[in-house]
């Protein structure tokens, strides 16, 4: 069975489909097409899941640690509290973010472009829950599970690193040069890192930081990789 990678892109999804070694990009249009993708065992994906009240998230914290020491800890947004998907505006969802925890705690700008996607991914996921859609995050990937991975993406050395990295594990080039045209490089490895992730995943391997909690709707406040 086929696993799904995904990571946001510009208010659109990309998705990694692996099987084996083979592995496909899509551009997906929004996150119902993401849940959408059939045949699909586990749908691993790069986007907050479980939503904290009141504070910090415990995996958050924990994901930042564990980076620390290869400097990519800055990549770990702290994640919004739940109350902030019900604005757009950025100094009103601070305000609600400075409300809702103790101490008061506003979120940065970077991780407020995420709301939108968080919103959405939410409000498709329902309730119950489902354990076939986890939390993800492809630095965990890199620099803890694949490996060989010391440079920031992007650059031309961090580049070259992810893609060494993945071509252990999957066809990488074969799926960027049959990606949808736009999809940029640093995302479509983000998404196959999330889809190696996944197959941990299914196979009952992969690593987790979190404290076992969930949130109001039942979620894993959990990354996985």
Known sequence: MAVLGVDGWRGKWVGALLDGRTVELRALDDAAAVLAVPDVEVVAIDMPIGLSEDGVRACDVAAAGLLRPTGAASSVFPTPVRAVLA??????ARAISRAATDP???????????????R??????????????VEVHPELAFRLGLGGVTDRKGTAR??????????????VEEALAGAPAGVPLVDALDACAAAWSAQRLAAGTAERVGDGTTDSRGRPMRICW
């Not at 705690?105 to 939108?116: D, H």
Request: proline fraction near 8%.
């Open 120 to 133: 959405a991914l939410d409000d498709v996921l329902g309730q119950p829950p489902t354990d076939r859609v």
């Open 104 to 118: 008061p705690r506003a979120p940065s700008a970077q991780a407020f472009m995420l709301v939108r996607s968080i």
């Open 158 to 171: 961090g580049t070259v690193q992810r893609l060494q990295a993945l071509r252990a594990v999957m066809d």
């Open 87 to 92: 604005t757009d505006d950025y100094a009103e």
